[in-house]
Nanobody, 119 residues
């Protein structure tokens, strides 16, 4: 069973920083890509940042220059460093792993961690 567990969320003032972690276990197939999504109440879930197997990264325009995605293969952990946080960043953040399975590619999700940015 594949499991993703997020941690590091919390309450922070505007301009502050947080680092989210996503620990993965039980993944026996090849990982194609990993990413972070977020969803605010009443809003659609959106992609925040992604990192491909080869290490290339991509960011939503709204977070570019403020957020950094990274991974530690030895620890099977992905991170999202969030700096210069804004109230608009308030959302539940979900980690995602796109893994190669026999039938194709499957997207795995964590349970989410709440990030609240106060003015």
């Amino acid at each position: 069973q594949v499991q993703l567990v997020e941690s590091g969320g919390g309450l922070v003032q505007a301009g502050g920083s947080l680092r989210l972690s996503c620990a993965a276990s039980g993944i026996i197939s090849s990982i194609k890509a990993m990413g972070w999504y977020r969803q605010a109440p009443g809003k659609q879930r959106e992609l925040v940042a992604s990192i491909a197997n080869g290490g290339s990264t991509n960011y939503a325009d709204s977070v570019k220059g403020r957020f950094t995605i990274s991974r530690d293969n030895a620890k099977n952990t992905m991170y999202l460093q969030m700096n210069s946080l804004k109230p608009e960043d308030t959302a539940v953040y979900y980690c995602n792993v796109d893994a190669l399975v026999m039938a194709g590619t499957r997207k795995y999700w964590g349970q989410g961690t709440q990030v609240t940015v106060a003015s």
